[in-house]
């Protein structure tokens, strides 16, 4: 079986700052990562995932993440936040074969202005 | 392209009261999932189905939870009785295949409040 661990729980900065939110996976087998956002009182929406290839993946909104397997890590980033960038993000892994995927506990980033 | 829609948005029940969430899919997508999401925790899978047929429920409490997806679009989760510690929000999500590959995509949830 797979799971995910998200470091923290809360994460403030300030406006125009860099962010990092930390994830680490666990897994005997090749998985499949993905970054979740939710917005206060929405649903969750992909902002990215990483199934081959490039460990740099790029997604909505500005934020890449990197897959590093030797650390089993797929932290997220963000070079510059902005206030609507508050929101809770959650860290998520899947089988390959998909019918097996857990959500991290979840980070609340909090942009401050 | 209209998302997932659930409803209600918003209930409140008394403890040991029936309760049903409704969810309609994005139109073409064949799997179909019911989360539930506990305050500052990640959604867990309830139950996943593949069309109308209930392929992994092994999460699902069979002995007040059930669900059922007529004709493979729609679907209903019920809770009866209810109780305090099902306050929660319940997501649905669908997507065209198993998740992983195809994206997920997520309803506004239903947030249930147990009294």
């Known amino acids: 079986a797979q799971s995910v661990t998200q470091l923290d729980s809360q994460v403030p900065v300030f406006e125009e700052a860099p962010v990092e939110l930390r994830c680490n996976y666990s897994?005997?087998?090749?998985?499949?990562l993905f970054w979740y956002v939710q917005y206060p009182n929405q649903g969750l929406q992909l902002l990215l995932k990483?199934?081959?290839?490039?460990?740099l993946v790029k997604g909505i909104n500005g934020f890449e993440a990197e897959f590093n397997k030797s650390q089993t890590s797929f932290h997220l980033r963000k070079p510059s936040v902005h206030i609507s960038d508050t929101a809770e993000y959650f860290c998520?892994?899947?089988?390959?074969?998909?019918?097996?995927?857990?959500f991290g506990t979840g980070t609340s980033l909090t942009v401050i202005p | 392209e209209a998302g997932v829609v659930q409803s209600p948005r918003y209930k409140i029940i008394e403890k040991k009261q029936p309760v049903a969430f409704w969810c309609n899919p994005i139109?073409?997508?064949?799997?179909l999932y019911w989360y539930l999401q506990n305050l500052g925790q990640g959604p867990e899978l309830l139950i996943r189905?593949?069309?109308?047929?209930?392929?992994?429920d092994s999460q699902l409490p069979k002995d007040r939870f059930s669900a059922e997806r007529l004709k493979g679009v729609d679907s209903t989760l019920k809770i009866q009785p209810a109780e305090l510690g099902d306050s929660a929000v319940y997501l649905c999500?669908?997507?065209?295949?198993?998740?992983?590959?195809?994206?997920?995509?997520f309803g506004p949830g239903t947030r249930l409040l147990v009294l």
């Open positions: 998520a892994v899947s089988s390959l074969t998909g019918n097996q995927f857990y």
């Open positions: 139109s073409g997508h064949n799997t």
């Open positions: 189905y593949e069309n109308e047929e209930a392929v992994d």
């Open positions: 897994s005997s087998v090749s998985v499949y």
């Open positions: 999500a669908s997507s065209l295949g198993l998740a992983g590959v195809e994206t997920q995509y």
């Open positions: 990483y199934l081959s290839g490039s460990t």
